[in-house]
C-alpha cells in the first residue's frame, strides 16, 4: 500500500512539473555558433554597456591559451576582465563562494563562463548569488533564485553538458559530498557560443564521455512521461546528430564539422531536457559521481544501458522509434525487438569509444546509501518512464 502511495505521490508531482515546464517562460539565450562566435558574443556583451567581467575558468582551459584569447577579444571591444581560474570537476559551495567574493571585490557587472559543465554551472551559482542575498544552500531547490542574476555569458569548450541553455546549475556540498542542484529559469544565461575551434584540442576519452552525456540527455529526455512534440524534436535532432558525428570527433578530433555538430547536439540535447527532464541514469550517476568522483559522462555512459534495460518495457515504443530514426534495425520488428537493437547500439557506441562496462571502486558498502540518494533525487525530479523502487535502485548499482 505505501509503495502505491507514493508511485502515485511521484506521477502526481510529475505532473505539476510538467504543467509548470509549460506555463513558466522559459528562455533560450542569443546563440551565436561557429569559428567567430566568440568575437561575437565579445562584441555583443560591449554593447550591453558591460564594462568588467569576471571570466569563471579552469586551470586547464587556461593552458590551453583559450582565456588569453577570450580576455584579448574583450579588451580589444573595451571590456576589462577579471579571471578566476579556481573550477575544479564537480564544483563545491567553497569555489563558489571564492569567486563570488573576487566578483564583489573587483566591482563585476557581469560573468563569462569559458570551460565545460562545471565551469558553467560554478559561473550560474555566482551570478546568482550577486544578486540574491542568499546563501547557496537556500537557494538549492526549484525557484528560489527570486532575483534576476547578474548578466551571465558562456562559451562551451566541451560538447556534452548543454548547460549553455539549461534552467539547473549543480554544485556539491562538501560537508555532505552530495550534489545540488539550483533549479530555475533565470539561470539561462543571455547568450551563449558554440565555437568548435576551442573544442579540438579535447582528447580522445573527454570527447567521447562528454559525447556520451549529451546522448544521455537526449535518451532520457526522449522518453520521459513529460516530453511534449517540442522536445521530442530536439531530442531526435541531437541523437541523430550524436550518431553521424561523435566518433569522427572523438577519433578524428580536428574535423571542425564533427566538433561543431556535436556542441549543436549538445544544445539539442539541452534544450530536450529542460522541459522534459531526465530520468534514473542521471540521479545514479549524480551519487556514484558525488561519492567517488568518476567523471559525470563517464559515469551516464556506463549506467544508460542498465537504465534502459530497465526502463524498456515502459518505453519500447520510443526506443523503437530512436531505432528508426538512426536506420539500425529491420523497420518491420516489433517495438520490443527494435528497443533492445537500439539498447545493443548504445552498448556499442561504448565499447567503441572505450567506456568500461562497470565502474571500479563502487563499494557495496555504500551501495544502500547510494541508492537512497538517487532515489530521492529522482522521486522529486524525474518523470522516467517506469518508477523505480530503492530495491531496483540497489540492483543497478551492484551492476556497476
Known amino acids: 500500500m505505501e509503495i502505491k502511495y507514493q508511485q502515485w505521490q511521484h506521477k502526481l508531482y510529475m505532473k505539476v512539473l510538467k504543467l509548470a515546464a509549460a506555463i513558466l517562460p522559459i528562455s533560450k539565450p542569443t546563440l551565436f555558433i561557429g569559428k567567430e562566435s566568440l568575437k561575437q558574443l565579445c562584441y555583443s556583451v560591449s554593447l550591453m554597456g558591460i564594462e568588467r567581467v569576471l571570466v569563471v575558468t579552469d586551470q586547464g582551459i587556461e593552458k590551453l591559451g583559450y582565456v588569453k584569447k577570450l580576455t584579448f577579444e574583450f579588451e580589444r571591444v573595451g571590456v576589462r576582465c577579471v579571471v578566476f581560474n579556481h573550477v575544479l570537476p564537480d564544483p563545491t559551495y567553497d569555489q563558489v563562494e571564492a569567486g563570488l567574493h573576487q566578483y564583489r571585490l573587483e566591482k563585476c557587472q557581469g560573468v563569462v563562463a569559458i570551460g565545460g559543465g562545471s565551469s558553467i554551472d560554478c559561473a550560474k551559482v555566482i551570478a546568482a548569488c550577486a544578486t540574491n542575498r542568499k546563501s547557496i544552500k537556500r537557494l538549492v531547490g526549484l525557484l528560489k533564485v527570486w532575483k534576476t542574476p547578474a548578466p551571465l555569458f558562456v562559451i562551451p569548450t566541451t560538447a556534452g553538458t548543454g548547460s549553455e541553455v539549461t534552467v539547473i546549475a549543480v554544485v556539491s556540498d562538501p560537508q555532505t559530498q552530495q550534489k545540488t542542484p539550483i533549479t530555475d529559469p533565470k539561470l539561462v544565461p543571455l ?210
Not at 540535447?269 to 561519492?291: D, E, Q
Open 191 to 400: 547568450i551563449a557560443a558554440l565555437d568548435p575551434m576551442l573544442m579540438m584540442a579535447l582528447p580522445t576519452h573527454i570527447t567521447a564521455q562528454t559525447g556520451l552525456d549529451a546522448l544521455t540527455h537526449a535518451v532520457e529526455a526522449f522518453i520521459s512521461r513529460n516530453a511534449t512534440p517540442e522536445t521530442d524534436r530536439y531530442a531526435i535532432a541531437a541523437v541523430k546528430l550524436i550518431h553521424d558525428n561523435l566518433e569522427k570527433a572523438a577519433f578524428f578530433g580536428q574535423n571542425l564539422t564533427a566538433r561543431q555538430n556535436m556542441a549543436l547536439a549538445s544544445y539539442y540535447a539541452g534544450l530536450a531536457f529542460t522541459k522534459a527532464s531526465l530520468g534514473y541514469t542521471h540521479a545514479i550517476a549524480h551519487a556514484v559521481g558525488a561519492k567517488y568522483h568518476f567523471p559525470h559522462g563517464l559515469a551516464n555512459a556506463v549506467v544508460l544501458p542498465h537504465v534502459l534495460e530497465y526502463s524498456k518495457e515502459a518505453a519500447k515504443d520510443k526506443l523503437a522509434k530512436l531505432a528508426d530514426v538512426l536506420k539500425i534495425t529491420d523497420p518491420h520488428l516489433t517495438d520490443s525487438m527494435k528497443a533492445d537493437a537500439f539498447i545493443g547500439y548504445v552498448k556499442e557506441l561504448n565499447h567503441t569509444l572505450h567506456i568500461p562496462k562497470q565502474l571500479q571502486g563502487v563499494m557495496p558498502e555504500h551501495i544502500p546509501e547510494l541508492a537512497k540518494q538517487a532515489f530521492r533525487e529522482a522521486f522529486w525530479n524525474y518523470p522516467a518512464p517506469k518508477y523505480m523502487q530503492q530495491t531496483d535502485c540497489e540492483a543497478i548499482f551492484r551492476k556497476l
